[in-house]
């Protein structure tokens, strides 16, 4: 796990230690040491904590004008044990909210388990983007199964081409169209 880096194609055009909205300005991290570590395994150190023993994230690029997040995560999504949702939502999310930001795209490609409790957060999130729209993309199948199991669906969109979209290509604003487009054609 320690080789799994966060995104850094972008971070010329978006650093979150440098945004004085995110909640990881001036977080500094350390080129050498790891630190961090979910489940005993070490994690890159660029990873940022977002509160939990499982669930790590970076976030790739934030854009106030447009309102829209890119986020990375990394780890196990524990709302079980830990309550991943809600340090996420409390301590990530929220922040952002109030900072304007209503379309969220959360990267999963490196979420292994997906553990449920409720749907409170999930709602509550929801609520709160009540103009935008929150997007899953690429996440593995048995947790995105997991996610319907609980009806956790209802309030975020995953599926279809949000699973197989290549965002690494691209640049932030073209995965957010490709996105926007996406759910437009769902709406629709």
Not at 47 to 52: K, L, R, V
Request: proline share 2%; with cysteine; hydrophobic share 35%.
């Amino acid at each position: 796990m320690h080789t799994l880096e966060p995104f850094y194609q972008w971070l010329h055009i978006y650093k979150s230690e440098d945004d004085s909205r995110s909640p990881f300005y001036k977080q500094h991290h350390s080129e050498l040491y790891y630190t961090n570590t979910i489940y005993g395994h070490y994690i890159h150190p660029q990873w940022d904590n977002c509160g939990t023993e499982t669930l790590y994230l970076k976030v790739l690029n934030a854009d106030y004008d447009r309102g829209y997040i890119i986020l990375e995560l990394i780890g196990e999504w524990n709302d079980c044990i830990n309550n991943d949702i809600m340090f996420l939502k409390r301590d990530v999310i929220d922040i952002f909210v109030n900072e304007g930001i209503t379309k969220f795209i959360i990267l999963g490609e490196y979420i292994l388990n997906f553990h449920a409790s409720g749907d409170e957060y999930y709602e509550e999130w929801f609520q709160d983007v009540e103009d935008g729209w929150i997007a899953f993309v690429n996440f593995r199948e048995h947790v995105l199964d997991e996610f319907s199991k609980f009806k956790i669906d209802y309030f975020v969109n995953y599926g279809g081409e949000l699973d197989a979209l290549d965002w690494r290509k691209g640049t932030p604003i073209s995965v957010y169209k490709t996105v926007l487009e996406v759910l437009t054609k769902r709406l629709n």
